[in-house]
Nanobody, 122 residues
Framework: QVQLVESGGGLVQAGGSLKLSCLRSGRTFGTYVMAWFRQAPGKEREFLALITWNGSTIRYADSVKGRFSITRDNAKAMVYLQMNRLEPEDTAVYYC???????????????WGQGTQVTVSS
């Protein structure tokens, strides 16, 4: 089993920045992928970014490319999402997730955190 705990969400003004963190515990076998998704009220869960276990592959959704950056620290079992130039449309619950392969759909991911709320005021 893998457990994921997100932190770092909060209230920020438009144009501001936040850095989300996700702590992974439990055993992972072989290579794996960590990703960030978000879900706004009344909307489907949306892929944001992913990074493979060794950092060799990084992908971003077009909606956040150039504003968000995903990184990881395997020694600390952490993955981060640096979010810059935040907009009110970025308001959502943000989730980290783990998968055994590269994918951008929620069903591709096996484990999920509980989420952290990000609210961007105009």
């Amino acid at each position: 089993q893998v457990q994921l705990v997100e932190s770092g969400g909060g209230l920020v003004q438009a144009g501001g920045s936040l850095k989300l963190s996700c702590l992974r515990s439990g055993r992972t076998f072989g290579t794996y992928v960590m990703a960030w998704f978000r879900q706004a009220p009344g909307k489907e869960r949306e892929f944001l970014a992913l990074i493979t276990w060794n950092g060799s592959t990084i992908r971003y959704a077009d909606s956040v490319k150039g504003r968000f950056s995903i990184t990881r620290d395997n020694a600390k079992a952490m993955v981060y999402l640096q979010m810059n130039r935040l907009e009110p449309e970025d308001t959502a619950v943000y989730y980290c997730a783990v998968a055994t392969g590269v994918g951008i759909r929620p069903p591709d991911y096996d484990y999920w955190g509980q989420g952290t709320q990000v609210t961007v005021s105009s």
